[in-house]
């Protein structure tokens, strides 16, 4: 199976969640092993996925949970009248 | 580096499904009390969720106080086909959207994120080589600042599914039930909104790299 940069990039993201078949998943490392660009794309995609997934990148207001369970206790002391 | 959320199906019999199980029969039976507990550990999912679909903070944590309370009034209809936390994410969703749809923005979004979908075809930034931005560039807002604005900029469709995927790792299948879409679905979504996210961002983070890691010169990361 030979793939062209397109094809690649059509499979990049299920390539990372490692979804794609064996046979796929090889022709797909023998694409990246000598194209530079969908190498980049690739490196690239997994890279900003791993800052987006973490703690800092999107953090909770302050104050968020006390607010919240502060509304809750008011409808279940509500719901006890 | 790998990116850590993979498919993993729930498994009906779990430690965690059965004692939540035990805890929301106990709720309905009257110890009310006892859903403060039963939340906390979803509190983070259920805020992000909303706020893929709102995009505003404020809107973000009304409707997440929106959706716990109305988990607490329907609690005794939630039935274990379904993780607990999922169902919560859906109930977020659902709330957020109809957020949206009453302050009448959705309107203009949905035609576009119809196109969107039509649209087979998607490039992503050519880009000769990448030199990996370290986790430590997080510290500095305007990296934080660039990720969150990339999100808010994809359409609500593909917002959504990025955010429960890739931001709160939900595996597919998990994602797709509180989307109300197929697996296969969530996985087309999946592929554009990442392949958008590396358009967007791999060029300004490459343009950007001696402004915005210069602190990071001395640690040992692949930007110098």
Redesign the interface.
């Known amino acids: 199976m030979v793939l062209n940069c397109q094809h690649v990039w059509a499979e990049i993201s299920n390539y990372i969640d490692d979804t794609v078949t064996p046979e796929l998943r090889e022709a797909v490392e023998q694409h990246l092993a000598h194209c530079r660009h969908c190498a980049a794309v690739l490196d690239s995609t997994r890279n900003i996925l791993v800052l987006i997934a973490d703690d800092r990148t999107f953090e909770l207001p302050v104050g968020y949970s006390a607010r919240l369970h502060a509304r809750l206790q008011e409808e279940m002391d509500e719901f006890q009248k | 580096?790998?990116?850590?959320?993979?498919?993993s199906p729930s498994l009906p019999g779990d430690s965690v499904a059965a004692r939540e199980s035990g805890v929301i029969a106990r709720i309905v039976a009257g110890e009310?009390?006892r859903?403060?507990e039963l939340?906390?550990p979803y509190?983070?999912a259920v805020?992000?969720a909303a706020?893929s679909v709102l995009r505003n903070?404020q809107d973000a944590?009304d409707t997440?106080?929106e959706t716990?309370?109305k988990a607490?009034k329907n609690l005794h209809q939630f039935r274990a086909d379904a993780k607990f936390s999922t169902w919560l994410v859906a109930i977020a969703i659902n709330e957020a959207r109809a957020r949206l749809r009453h302050a009448r923005t959705i309107k203009f979004e949905t035609i576009a994120d119809a196109t969107e979908e039509i649209d087979g075809?998607?490039?992503?930034?050519?880009?000769?080589?990448?030199r990996?931005?370290p986790?430590e560039a997080?510290?500095r807002k305007e990296?934080?600042e660039l990720?969150?604005q990339a999100?808010a900029s994809l359409p609500e469709m593909y917002r959504e599914v990025?955010i429960l995927r890739?931001?709160q790792?939900i595996n597919?299948a998990e994602t797709a039930l509180a989307l109300g879409v197929s697996e296969g679905v969530v996985?087309t979504r999946?592929?554009r909104a990442?392949?958008m996210?590396?358009k967007v961002?791999?060029p300004q983070?490459a343009s950007r790299r001696s402004s915005l890691f210069r602190l990071f010169k001395k640690g040992g990361g692949s930007w110098f």
């Open positions: 580096m790998t990116v850590k959320a993979q498919i009310r009390e859903f403060h939340v906390r509190e983070k805020y992000f706020l903070p944590e997440a106080q716990m309370l607490l075809h998607f490039t992503p930034a050519v880009i000769s080589d990448w990996e931005v986790l997080l510290e990296l934080r990720l969150q999100i990025l890739d931001v790792e597919i996985k999946l592929r990442r392949l996210m590396q961002l791999a983070l």
